[in-house]
């Protein structure tokens, strides 16, 4: 079940990056720098209002998980459950209000358009808005799902929407209309169509729930859960600022345009945390329920391996994208002017991103324990290190300094804070984890592939594609030679001959 979770997510998340690497380019090409740039910026503001969860989706779905492993009460559960929803309502219609009434500000003293009118900026941060607020309550019932761990239903949901996201968009830019509010109001239509289905999935796994009386008193039950979703949302709002200061930071350093090539350059290297991030919802559903049962050697097993897997995807893709940066920039956009200006900001952020995905695994072990300490205090210390270090290097190198100090900084967190959480909670391999599950996996890929990688300089277009996909299946490939589960069915096999 656990490893067909782990497909269904992976099979989901691969189809929508793939649809996103093909349709992506078009819609830059149709809507132009300066509209892409505002899509950026609507990335941002999504993640950075994601502080108001304060780490209740988390607890939703390590509730929820909870429950599903017979460790939480019904009555309770629903009761919970209930509570929950009616915080996100609430905060959902704020973020709403919060947005539109920001929007004069955003779109005259905040952006620097040149090509688009502050009019058409304005409304569209407005929808942003509205479709902020829909895919707050989305991502409740999201986690819901996620604890459930049904995620094959999910990720066929997650596949279809992102076909209406990505492709369907096309002909309607191409043939009604390029203009960024079209283009939102469209975002913020198919926002309400998964809000539907979240909510009407949900109502069918937990029907219960709506017979649920609310009074004051039901708020006692929250009481256990605070210590823990505070952790997580104290984490969640260290998370955001360090991950999006330096966007919103060059939000109003560069102009528009230039935000729009630097928003490409990061949406590539993204692809490096959206093949590595289908794992998190099965492993952290599957650590939490372990633990619930009390079954901590299957625990690590489980955190050792997909550490290991991780690692091999995530220095076969940073490796890649570090040597055909230039010619991933050219070749996705075709062109010259944003590959001069994105090709090292690409590379950085690559790296960074790699660097965190591998990072992320302590808080998966923290989260399944229920106890987020040491994750909170390493945050705090990165935040306090981050931000004179961001706004320093940013002033001086521009998105290159910024992209500098971001995996720096992940390097660091990496090296030393997820091996004293490893200490604190595994049993006896922690000392193993760094060395053996990173270390003894990156390396031999990094250096082989870096050396040795195919030419494609003089080649056609297609033997281009052909010879990257090749260098890049290649180096997934002999990066599974060294992981635990592949070298002892390769020694059972050599035995039996």
């Given at each position: 079940m656990f490893l067909k979770n782990i497909l269904s997510s992976y099979f989901s998340q691969f189809y929508i990056t793939i649809i996103g690497i093909c349709f992506i380019p078009i819609i830059y090409r149709q809507v132009g720098s300066e509209t892409y740039g505002l899509i950026g910026f609507f990335a941002t503001l999504q993640i950075c209002f994601g502080i108001l969860d304060l780490g209740i989706t988390s607890t939703v779905g390590r509730e929820t998980s909870r429950y599903a492993s017979g460790h939480n009460k019904k009555e309770k559960f629903y009761r919970v459950l209930k509570l929950f929803e009616i915080i996100f309502v609430v905060v959902s219609l704020l973020l709403i209000l919060i947005i539109t009434s920001a929007s004069f500000y955003l779109s005259t003293e905040w952006l620097t358009p040149k090509i688009l009118t502050v009019s058409e900026v304005r409304i569209s941060i407005q929808i942003m808005g509205l479709y902020m607020g829909l895919r707050w309550m989305s991502g409740f019932y999201k986690a819901v799902i996620n604890g459930s761990e049904k995620f094959?239903?999910?990720?066929?949901?997650?596949?279809?929407?992102?076909?209406?996201?990505?492709?369907?968009?096309?002909?309607?830019?191409?043939?009604?209309s390029d203009s960024p509010v079209i283009y939102f109001a469209y975002q913020l239509i198919i926002g309400l169509i998964e809000l539907i289905i979240f909510y009407r999935y949900v109502a069918v796994l937990f029907p219960g729930r709506f017979l649920v009386n609310i009074t004051s008193r039901s708020f006692v039950h929250l009481i256990p859960l605070i210590r823990f979703s505070l952790s997580v949302g104290i984490s969640s709002v260290v998370w955001v600022i360090t991950t999006q200061a330096d966007k919103i930071l060059l939000s109003k350093h560069l102009s528009l345009n230039d935000y729009g090539f630097f928003t490409i350059a990061i949406t590539i290297a993204s692809i490096v945390i959206q093949f590595t991030a289908p794992i998190a919802g099965p492993v952290m559903a599957r650590l939490a329920t372990l633990e619930g049962m009390f079954k901590h050697i299957e625990l690590e097993d489980i955190y050792r391996t997909s550490t290991q897997f991780v690692v091999v995807i995530v220095s076969a893709l940073v490796i890649n994208i570090a040597i055909y940066s230039r010619w991933i920039l050219k070749a996705w956009t075709g062109d010259d002017a944003l590959a001069n200006y994105s090709e090292y900001i690409l590379i950085i952020y690559s790296v960074g991103n790699g660097i965190a995905a591998v990072s992320a695994f302590s808080y998966y072990l923290q989260y399944a324990k229920g106890n987020l300490d040491k994750h909170l205090i390493g945050q705090l210390i990165y935040l306090i290190l981050y931000i004179p270090l961001l706004y320093y290097f940013t002033i001086k190198l521009g998105a290159v300094g910024a992209g500098l100090v971001y995996a720096a900084l992940n390097f660091l967190y990496l090296l030393i804070f997820s091996n004293l959480v490893n200490a604190k909670f595994m049993i006896g391999s922690y000392k193993n984890w760094f060395i053996r599950d990173v270390i003894y996996i990156s390396f031999p890929i990094i250096f082989l592939f870096y050396n040795f990688h195919l030419k494609i300089q003089g080649l056609s277009f297609y033997n281009q594609i052909i010879f990257v996909t090749i260098n890049m299946i290649g180096s997934i490939l002999f990066g599974l030679l060294f992981t635990n589960k592949v070298q002892l069915v390769l020694k059972l096999k050599i035995s039996k001959i």
């Open positions: 094959k239903w999910l990720g066929i949901v997650n596949s279809i929407i992102g076909t209406l996201r990505f492709i369907v968009i096309v002909p309607i830019l191409l043939y009604i």
